[in-house]
C-alpha cells in the first residue's frame, strides 16, 4: 500500500465528537477507525472496583456512530482498553453495549475480543526474579498485596491486535493495551515503518488533543506513507501546527527522546516536524528500537471505605493557623478513638488554594489566601468507621480554639447539607510494575465470535 489512513474519532471513549467532524474524517476513506477507550489517570478505584470511570450512555452513543461506519465500509474497528482499566469487567461491559447496539443496527461483524488479565500464579512465581520489575511504587511486591488484589492487568502491545486483525476480525475489543498499539497495528501488519506507526499511534491516542485549538472531544486523521506521516483535523475549527503536534509528542513522557513501550523504545532522536498546509503537518525521522520485550502491570487493591466532608474557611486568623489547626483536631481524633487501632484508619486534610494539588512537592511559596477550600477526608476498615472519624473531625475543626479566635460561631461554612459524602470502597495500585515475557501474544488470549443479527440468532461464538 502506499498510504494507510487511520481515524481517530476522540481521546477516549465516551468523551463524545461532533457527527460533522466524524463525517468529514470519514470522506478522506479511512482503512481503519480506531480509538482508545481508558487510561490509569482516573486512579484505581475504576480497576479495583471493576467499573468504567465513562459513562455508559456517552460510551454507546460513540460506539454506534463508529460501529455502523465500520460495518458500512467494511473497515476494522479497534477498541482499546475497554472499559476504562481494561479488565475482564471492563470488556465484559463493552461488549455487552457493542452487542446492544448490533441487535439494535442489525449489524453484522466477526469480532475478536481480547482479555489482559494477568493470573496471579504468574506473578507469584516471577516474585523476586529479575523477570519482574517495579516502576512507580515505593514498595516491593509481595504475596500479600497480589493475595488482596482484586484485579491484574497487563498493558498488550501490537501483536495481539494484528494477530485478531490478521485472522479476520472486523471488530477488535481489547483490554489494557499500549495505547499506540492500538492505531500502529494495521499499519505494522500491513508492512509500514514501526516507528512511524507507533509514534503516529502516540498522537492519535488523544485525537484533537494535538490540535490548535485542543480538545479531546473532536477527531484526527493520521495518514502514513513510506517515509513519514501527516496528520490533520477534520474540523477546520483546529489546526494542526508544528508546536501543537511536537509538544502533544511529549505527552506522558518522562525522557522527551525515548517512549518506552511493550517490545522497544520509540526513539525521537531523528525526528522532525514540518508545516505543509495551515492544517497540516507531517512528521519523519521516528525509529523503532527493538529491547527485550516486556509489559506495563497494573493492579489496584481496596483499602477500605471512604468518606469526605467539603468545607471552606475565611477568617485569615484560622487560615494562617491551619495547619496548626489540623495538627490539633489529628490529636483529638487519636484521643477520642484510642481504642480503635491507628491502622484501621486514616484522616487527610486537603487545603484548596494553597497546596492541596502538589502538597509536599509544592514549590510556589504559600500566597496570602483570603479564602481556603478544605477537604476532610477519613479511610477506614468499614464505612462506619470513616463516617465516625470524617464527622469527628469536621465538627472538631468547626469549633476548634485557637489563639487570635474572634467569632466562637462555628470556623467552617459548608456548601452541602448534609455535609458529609459517602463515596464507598477507596483503592490503591498495588501492582506496578515491568514483567518480562517471552511471547508478546501468550499472556492475551483472544476470543473470536460472529455477530450476526441479521439473523434470528443473534450471537454465534
Known amino acids: 500500500m502506499g498510504e494507510i489512513r487511520i481515524l481517530s474519532p476522540t481521546a477516549i471513549l465516551g468523551y463524545g465528537f461532533p457527527g460533522e467532524s466524524f463525517e468529514a474524517g470519514l470522506r478522506y476513506d479511512p482503512h481503519m477507525i480506531a480509538v482508545d477507550a481508558g487510561s490509569s489517570d482516573p486512579g484505581p478505584y475504576y480497576l479495583g472496583a471493576g467499573v468504567s470511570f465513562t459513562d455508559r450512555e456517552a460510551v454507546k452513543r460513540d460506539l454506534r456512530l463508529i460501529l455502523k461506519a465500520g460495518c458500512d465500509r467494511n473497515i476494522p474497528v479497534v477498541i482499546g482498553s475497554a472499559g476504562g482499566a481494561g479488565a475482564r469487567p471492563h470488556v465484559t461491559w463493552t461488549r455487552d453495549i457493542i452487542l446492544e447496539i448490533a441487535?439494535?443496527?442489525?449489524?453484522?461483524?466477526?469480532?475478536?475480543?481480547?482479555?489482559?488479565?494477568?493470573?496471579?500464579?504468574?506473578?507469584?512465581?516471577?516474585?523476586?526474579?529479575?523477570?519482574?520489575?517495579?516502576?512507580?511504587?515505593?514498595?516491593?511486591?509481595?504475596?500479600?498485596?497480589?493475595?488482596?488484589?482484586?484485579?491484574?492487568?497487563?498493558?498488550?502491545?501490537?501483536?495481539?491486535?494484528?494477530?485478531?486483525?490478521?485472522?479476520?476480525?472486523?471488530?477488535?475489543?481489547?483490554?489494557?493495551?499500549?495505547?499506540?498499539?492500538?492505531?500502529?497495528?494495521?499499519?505494522?501488519?500491513?508492512?509500514?515503518?514501526?516507528?512511524?506507526?507507533?509514534?503516529?499511534?502516540?498522537?492519535?491516542?488523544?485525537?484533537?488533543?494535538?490540535?490548535?485549538?485542543?480538545?479531546?472531544?473532536?477527531?484526527?486523521?493520521?495518514?502514513?506513507?513510506?517515509?513519514?506521516?501527516?496528520?490533520?483535523?477534520?474540523?477546520?475549527?483546529?489546526?494542526?501546527?508544528?508546536?501543537?503536534?511536537?509538544?502533544?509528542?511529549?505527552?506522558?513522557?518522562?525522557?522527551?527522546?525515548?517512549?518506552?513501550?511493550?517490545?522497544?523504545?520509540?526513539?525521537?532522536?531523528?525526528?522532525?516536524?514540518?508545516?505543509?498546509?495551515?492544517?497540516?503537518?507531517?512528521?519523519?525521522?521516528?525509529?523503532?528500537?527493538?529491547?527485550?520485550?516486556?509489559?506495563?502491570?497494573?493492579?489496584?487493591?481496596?483499602?477500605?471505605?471512604?468518606?469526605?466532608?467539603?468545607?471552606?474557611?475565611?477568617?485569615?486568623?484560622?487560615?494562617?493557623?491551619?495547619?496548626?489547626?489540623?495538627?490539633?483536631?489529628?490529636?483529638?481524633?487519636?484521643?477520642?478513638?484510642?481504642?480503635?487501632?491507628?491502622?484501621?484508619?486514616?484522616?487527610?486534610?486537603?487545603?484548596?488554594?494553597?497546596?492541596?494539588?502538589?502538597?509536599?512537592r509544592e514549590h510556589v511559596p504559600a500566597a496570602k489566601a483570603h479564602e481556603l477550600g478544605i477537604v476532610i477526608e477519613a479511610v477506614a476498615r468499614t464505612q462506619e468507621l470513616a463516617n465516625t472519624i470524617c464527622s469527628f473531625a469536621r465538627s472538631t475543626m468547626l469549633h476548634h480554639g485557637y489563639s487570635g479566635r474572634v467569632s466562637t460561631a462555628g470556623n467552617l461554612a459548608f456548601p452541602y447539607s448534609p455535609s458529609d459524602f459517602q463515596t464507598g470502597e477507596a483503592f490503591e495500585f498495588s501492582v506496578y510494575h515491568r514483567l518480562n515475557v517471552d511471547d508478546p501474544c501468550a499472556l492475551f488470549p483472544i476470543h473470536f465470535e460472529t455477530v450476526d443479527y441479521r439473523l434470528p440468532m443473534g450471537v454465534a461464538g
Open 103 to 360: 441487535r439494535e443496527e442489525n449489524l453484522r461483524f466477526n469480532q475478536a475480543v481480547i482479555y489482559a488479565d494477568i493470573d496471579l500464579k504468574i506473578l507469584r512465581d516471577a516474585l523476586g526474579s529479575h523477570r519482574l520489575e517495579a516502576l512507580d511504587l515505593d514498595r516491593a511486591l509481595t504475596r500479600d498485596h497480589l493475595e488482596t488484589t482484586t484485579h491484574v492487568v497487563a498493558q498488550m502491545g501490537m501483536e495481539p491486535v494484528m494477530k485478531a486483525l490478521a485472522a479476520g476480525a472486523n471488530v477488535v475489543l481489547a483490554g489494557r493495551c499500549y495505547d499506540p498499539a492500538v492505531f500502529a497495528a494495521l499499519p505494522v501488519l500491513r508492512g509500514f515503518d514501526p516507528g512511524l506507526a507507533l509514534h503516529m499511534g502516540k498522537i492519535l491516542e488523544c485525537a484533537a488533543i494535538a490540535c490548535s485549538p485542543g480538545s479531546g472531544s473532536d477527531c484526527l486523521l493520521g495518514v502514513l506513507e513510506g517515509r513519514s506521516f501527516w496528520l490533520r483535523a477534520p474540523s477546520r475549527a483546529r489546526r494542526c501546527t508544528v508546536t501543537s503536534v511536537a509538544a502533544h509528542t511529549l505527552y506522558e513522557k518522562s525522557d522527551p527522546m525515548r517512549l518506552p513501550g511493550p517490545g522497544g523504545v520509540l526513539d525521537l532522536t531523528g525526528t522532525s516536524f514540518e508545516q505543509i498546509d495551515d492544517y497540516t503537518v507531517r512528521v519523519s525521522g521516528s525509529r523503532h528500537t527493538v529491547e527485550p520485550y516486556t509489559v506495563k502491570l497494573e493492579g489496584a487493591k481496596r483499602v477500605g471505605y471512604r468518606t469526605v466532608c467539603i468545607a471552606g474557611a475565611r477568617d485569615p486568623i484560622f487560615i494562617d493557623k491551619v495547619d496548626e489547626i489540623a495538627e490539633g483536631v489529628q490529636r483529638r481524633v487519636a484521643d477520642n478513638f484510642r481504642d480503635v487501632p491507628s491502622h484501621s484508619y486514616r484522616l487527610l486534610f486537603r487545603f484548596y488554594g494553597r497546596d492541596a494539588v502538589l502538597q509536599g
